[in-house]
């Protein structure tokens, strides 16, 4: 038997963390970390992603795959993404005050976006946090904005309105065209893991990047690669002209005093504010 059968057993759901899960919130065993993304073509400082992690009294830090079916088949995914986005914008802002003014991104589910307070609850974070809402760009899966879109498209609307600005997460080049999606309000397109993992591989994808990336130009869409490992994938991503990178070539996710050790590095090395 495997060891989560087990835990199954013993806890009573499928992780063997529900029970645990419902109290995590109220325990404050929730946190985030923050992964940079860098500006491929200077190598500077160019944002975060923030990244829920629980911090599980026996089991130590665990992962969301492992706790976010959970989290959603609960409903409790609404009230932790709304500490998610209170604490990603009040942490900006902490950084904003000091001098480092870069955007910071927040992954948003699909239940979050049907969810009847969403936006106002957006706009209930950046009210509270102060923070910039120019600088606040919330990240949704493909499928969450594009199957979805008589219920999603409203919305996205509404929070185009706010000034945020919207991203498709784990974007694979060629399954959806650019014109639907900068139509629906996504300024911002994050080139899936998997698919920067094969680039230098995978016959097809330099031509798919250099299409994509030529496509977003004209429609000034952002494009940052997640999940860049090695200097090989970097230099081709970069030789097609993708603007910002992200993955742990450059760094994992940290805890925010340690970006700040990293922010301060970035300011001595480019010898200028951030
Ligand atoms: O789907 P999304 O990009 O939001 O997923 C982020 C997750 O990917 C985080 O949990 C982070 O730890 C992980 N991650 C970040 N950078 C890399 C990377 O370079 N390689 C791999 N395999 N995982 C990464
Ligand atoms: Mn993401």
Redesign the pocket.
Known sequence: MTEKAVNSNAEGSPSGLGADLLQALERSEFFL?Y?PTIDLRTNGFAGV?A?LRWRHVRRGVV???EFIDELEASGQILPVGRWTLDTACLQGTAWHDRGYRFPVSV?VAASQLDSAQFVSDVEEALRMSRFDRALLLL?FSQSTIVDDRSSAQPKIKELRELGVRIAV??FVPGTSSLDDLVELGVSTL?L??GF??SISNSPDAPSLIHELVQQSKERHVQIIA????DAQQRSQLQLEDVGVG????FS??HEAEAIDLLLEDFAIFSGKPL
């Open positions: 970390v992964q992603e990244l992962n969301p795959d992954n990240e997460d784990d994050k899936d893991r920067v993992g997640s999940g860049i490992e992200q993955g742990y070539l994992e996710p």
